[in-house]
């Protein structure tokens, strides 16, 4: 099984935190569109011996287009490649986007599940990080995507200066009252040459504080695990069942297509990345060139992406995979270097299996860097 993603490069305006590649211009859209469903067309015997199991719509603002531009998409999808029977097919939104009519349309499109931007609930979070929503429109668009959808995820926001641990708590608990079955939650994050980083150096903006989001990342582990949620990979919370199949293979090390700019494909082998300027990415489609960059990976790539993402999941890094997979030197070298983590109740073995502790978790990152092999 694999996915496809489609990223679609327009926003509204710019949040003050984000790095993703977007444009608050939306006078290449239709042209983008079609470039996209082109780029389909030319990649389709990439995946001609797999089935797409999931089709995942990210940005930027994916629910700024339209339902029929988002229909013409999975119908390209649909005609270019084999789809499974019941895909997982995910659009990501902001709030401002989903109207009553905007959310009962696309109830009644192939897309049946939403992740949705909220990030907060307070307005002055909000007004700090630029979204473009308001709390009112937060708590409109829940109320009436819950009557329609049964497969939402919610992303929320934590370490936001001035955020006090009972206002986390508060957004916490007013996620949980819709009955939200998937939660994604990230620490506010300074990324170089984002208006938040400039505000920061300049004294507009506290800085963000490690420790405070830290402890808002134990309240919020130990909040959802008490309404039965699976804290299944690091800023991913769900109820059984509600898993998000798209990012899940991604961890698992599933190829996936990524088509539009800037974004990222993966093979098992081989990975690749299309140039992040809509420009460039609808000319070169348009003259029949694909605008991607591509590096083999050596086993010793493979080796670090598998500790890498198999620290931040609940299936851990298998100690068998990592022999079978990569060679013994490799498992040795893993278990040498896991050492002193475990000696500190970071990292623990349970059933073959190398895994992260509740005290590990916040630091999963840096544990897994420090567990890479550089030269062999």
Known sequence: ????????????????????????????????????????????????????????FGGGTPSLLSISEIQFLIDTIHQHFTVSEAPEITLEANPDDLS?????????????????????????????????????EAIECLEEATKHFDNISIDLIYGIPGLTNAKWQENIE??????????SSYALTVEPKTALERFIKKGIIENVDDDA?????????????????????????????????????????KPYLGIGPSAHSFNGNERSWNVR???????????????????????TDKYNEYIMTGLRTIWGVSL????????KNYKDYLLLQAESFI??????????????????????????????????
């Open 320 to 327: 068998d995979k990592v022999a079978q997979n990569f060679g």
């Open 343 to 376: 000696n500190q109740q970071l990292l623990y073995i349970d059933n073959e299996k190398l895994l992260v502790t509740k005290k590990g978790k916040f630091l999963s990152d840096g544990i897994a860097s420090d567990l890479f092999k550089i030269n062999l």
């Open 100 to 136: 009553t009519s905007k959310i009962e349309m696309l109830a009644q499109s192939p897309v049946n599940r939403l992740s949705i931007g909220i990030q907060s609930f307070f307005e002055a979070d909000l007004k700090l990080m630029n979204r473009a929503h308001n709390n009112t």
């Open 213 to 253: 989001a830290q402890e808002q990342f134990h309240i919020l582990i130990d909040t959802l695990e008490a309404h039965d949620f699976v804290h299944y990979e690091l800023s991913n919370f769900g109820k059984a069942n509600y898993f998000s199949r798209n990012n899940s293979a991604y961890w698992q090390g």
């Open 277 to 299: 300027n809509n420009s460039i990415y609808i000319q070169n489609i348009e003259n029949d060139i694909l605008p991607k960059e591509t590096e083999t990976l050596t086993t």
């Open 174 to 183: 007013k996620a949980l009252s819709y009955n939200i079955p998937h939660i």
């Open 1 to 56: 099984m694999s996915g496809i993603y489609i990223h679609i490069p327009f926003c509204k305006q710019a949040c003050h935190y984000c790095d993703f590649h977007f444009s608050t211009s939306l006078k290449k859209k239709d042209e983008l569109i079609h470039a996209l469903a082109k780029e389909l067309l030319m990649r389709k015997t990439e995946f001609e011996h797999t089935t797409v199991d999931t089709i995942y």
